[in-house]
């Protein structure tokens, strides 16, 4: 019953509305009810309530053209009907075809589809004059000469009525359905402005009426000032706004023109009613059209910009977007906020093991269990691949909110064909306080809390807190990061060198290890391996590294030629990460065919824990690389595993014996015995072994009588700048041939 009362009333409304705007229409046409008017309002009244309502709308126009005829406007009864055919058949006819064919009732702003409805206003009007004036011709109304003039008039009418008033009223009616798009594109101008345009339009309708008084020849003309601006209106002001402003100026300025107030001279023959059509739609129609182009240039501004904005995937916003929401959340005064970052555990696992499209499958319904749990004013972006954040107000169940994020995700299956899906995710949890807290720290708190999450297994959520000396540890381990790209970007790195000198008879080359110095900016200090190195490992840029030292040892080399036939080894360390690129023996292979270093000159040092990772990936790298001349040696040899059966599938030629059992031998028996342990390993598979961190004398005696064959340490040299190592003598004097 609400619906059906609600109709009544709509149709209540409509048949008023037409009833009226046909009643001004007789005004215009004061010479009889044989006359035509010069505009048919209801003509745009009728094609906007049946474009938005419906065919079922039609009553609303025949109904009030019968008192019309009757009593306010008689005329005889056989002209009765043909006048309600001539305005309810066009009109039903073109909106069926419209609703059939197009989607020109969608108030979109298009000027395609204005130029459409436009083109289906002409063949109303022409399909309305003829019926029309077929009709007035039977009753007596018009003579066979006066015809063709009768409906031209006829036609010029309904097109000026509906070019005038159904786009205001299509969009007043329709207004809902794209107002939060609209409130996203429209200009919103200050009221200042807004008071100066209605100000100014005001006095441009008060010189039009004053320009007809003094001089009517150029009264028409001065209607170009209200023009311009509704052309303001149409290019600052929300389309809805412009369209209406438009329909109140073309429809006054159709009634004064026509009635001949203000100035005018109201038109006599066919040629001045023509002339003056032509001129009302040509200012009826340059508004709407340029409203169309530019809101349709700010709807497309909008989706580019919602498309930088948002992850296709999910449909979230993506990581600009939220980095603009947190700056927003810290611009404000109060209150505290909480940077929640999720990340999916093991998600690696999901992709690796079904495919990306089955990853793509969970983050998509671990986006839609966020979303859900998403409440008013909080925040949701997808910061990329498996990870998200949230911005919430710091309220009181703040930590339980996060605890129920967990529990959810943790909760969530998804089938893949005849697998399920599941995984759990680790939340990072970072207040925040706008009045003293900076975007990258917030962030950097929230990633560094999420990484100590997943340190502990995951599945939970791990609070930052300024006093966690673990959180502190990640957050410098990231400015880390940061700061050895820049290095890398800046040439911020030094070579060294240490030499490996053999324990039996002499050197007659330099075998020696290039070690790496970091030089903090501005010509600072240089700082030790062990403060960057475990950072760039950490956050894979391991390999970045590698091959920027081997490069940089390269270019040293290519730039000193005169020193490589001094050479016989040159020890260069590669990270674990590296093991596992596949393309890194392509790059050496590439980099080694420009220099005037040869391959048998390179020996690259690995650590047994990084080749046990992956002894397989580990095994073809290093077969890859002897296959072009290189050299390997496995360093901190005897740390990482109890049973060394592993060796058989790495072919290496130095086993580097660990500082730690070197330097403890002098007191511990145990010490000893790995030494001498690893010394008859090398002996069986005929790989040589060095001796790390000799620091005295009698160790390297020591060691020589064990028969270790190489030593490395400071009882033989420090490392030293590549360009002094090699301006110096070499360790014990020893005679270089070339």
């Known amino acids: ?26 005004w215009f046409a004061p010479q009889g009810p044989d006359a035509v008017s010069l505009i048919w309002p209801a003509g745009g009244i009728a094609f906007a309530a049946l474009m938005v309502h419906g065919l079922r709308y039609w009553p609303i126009i025949a109904l009030p053209l019968v008192p019309l005829h009757v009593w306010i406007l008689p005329t005889p009864w056989l002209f009765v009907p043909f006048s309600i055919a ?18 020109a009732s969608d108030p979109g702003f298009r000027i395609g589809t204005g130029l459409q409805l436009l083109g289906f206003g002409v063949g109303i009007s022409i399909l309305s004059a003829l019926i029309g004036v077929t009709g007035m011709w039977f009753s007596g109304m018009a003579t066979p000469e006066t015809v063709p003039a009768r409906m031209a008039a006829w036609a010029m009418a309904d097109l000026v009525g509906m070019v005038t008033v159904s786009p205001a009223l299509m969009t007043l009616l329709r207004l809902n359905e794209f107002q939060p798009l609209e409130a996203d594109v429209a200009v919103k101008p200050r009221r200042l402005e807004f008071v100066l345009w209605t100000a100014a339009f005001l006095a441009g309708l008060l010189v039009l009426w004053f320009s007809g008084q003094l001089q009517s020849h150029f009264a028409l003309a001065v209607a170009c000032l209200p023009l311009a601006l509704i052309v303001w209106a149409a290019l600052r002001f929300q389309p809805v706004f412009a369209l209406v402003a438009n329909m109140v100026f073309a429809s006054g300025l159709a009634t004064v023109a026509a009635l001949g107030l203000g100035g005018f001279q109201a038109p006599d023959t066919l040629g001045e009613t023509a002339a003056l059509t032509c001129f009302l739609l040509v200012v009826a129609l340059i508004p709407p059209i340029l409203t169309a182009a530019n809101y349709q240039l700010r709807v497309a501004s909008h989706r580019q910009l919602r498309r930088a904005r948002h992850d296709a995937m999910t449909r979230l916003p993506n990581r600009p977007a939220f980095e603009i929401e947190l700056k927003k959340w810290l611009s404000r005064s109060t209150p505290r906020g909480v940077l929640l970052y999720v990340d999916l555990d093991q998600f690696k696992i999901i992709n690796d093991s079904l495919s990306h499209a089955a990853g793509d499958a969970f983050v998509l319904g671990a986006a839609g269990i966020l979303k859900s749990r998403l409440g008013p004013g909080q925040f949701l972006a997808r910061m990329g691949g498996d990870e998200f954040a949230l911005i ?23 089938p893949w064909f005849e697998q399920v899906m599941a995984t759990t995710a680790s939340i990072g949890a970072a207040p925040f306080d706008p009045a003293s807290d900076e975007f990258g720290e917030v962030l ?16 939970q959520v791990f609070w930052a807190d300024g006093g966690d000396g673990g959180l502190n540890e990640k957050r410098n381990a990231m400015r880390w990061a940061v700061r050895l790209t820049a290095a890398m970007d800046e040439d911020r790195f030094r070579l060294h060198c240490q030499s490996i000198v053999p324990l039996k008879g002499q050197a007659m080359r330099r075998h020696f290890e290039v070690l790496l110095r970091l030089q903090e900016a501005g010509e600072g200090n240089l700082l030790l391996p062990g403060q960057f190195v475990p950072a760039a490992e950490r956050f894979n840029l391991g390999p970045r590294l590698d091959r920027y030292v081997f490069d940089r040892t390269l270019r040293w080399f290519e730039a000193s030629p005169n020193v490589l036939d001094q050479i016989e080894r040159i020890s260069v360390n590669l990270s674990a990460a590296t093991l596992m690129d596949e393309g890194f023996p392509d790059f050496v292979r590439k980099r080694l065919g420009d220099s005037v270093v040869r391959p048998e000159q390179l020996c690259f040092e690995i650590t047994e824990t990084s080749a046990v990772r992956d002894l397989a990936k580990a095994a073809r790298l290093i077969d890859r690389m002897r296959e072009q001349g290189a050299r390997f040696a496995l360093d901190d040899f005897g740390t990482g595993f109890c049973s060394f ?6 072919r290496v030629d130095y086993f580097k014996i660990d500082g730690s059992f070197v330097r403890d031998m002098g007191h511990s028996a145990l010490a000893q015995s790995i030494v001498r342990a690893i010394i008859d ?38 490392p030293r ?8 003598p070499p360790p014990d004097a020893v005679a270089l041939v070339g």
């Open 681 to 718: 390993i090398g002996r069986v598979t005929n790989t040589l072994t060095v001796a790390e961190c000799v620091e005295t004398t009698a160790l390297r005696a020591k060691l020589g009588s064990l028969g270790v064959d190489f030593a490395q340490g400071y009882a033989i040299d420090r």
């Open 645 to 650: 059966a592993y060796l058989a599938s790495l």
């Open 444 to 459: 950097a708190r929230a990633d560094a809390a999420c990484q100590s999450a997943k340190d502990q297994g995951g599945n």
């Open 86 to 103: 001539a305005n309810v058949l066009p009109v039903c006819l073109a909106v069926y075809l419209i609703h059939r064919m197009t989607r």
């Open 392 to 414: 919430i107000d710091d309220t009181g169940d703040v930590r339980t909110f996060a605890a129920g994020l967990a529990e959810s995700i943790a909760a969530l299956r998804l």
């Open 1 to 26: 019953m609400p619906g059906a009362w609600l109709t009544a009333k709509r149709f209540f409304a409509w048949t008023l509305a037409y009833f009226g705007a046909a009643m001004v229409a007789v």
């Open 721 to 728: 700048d590549i360009s002094e190592f090699f301006s110096a």
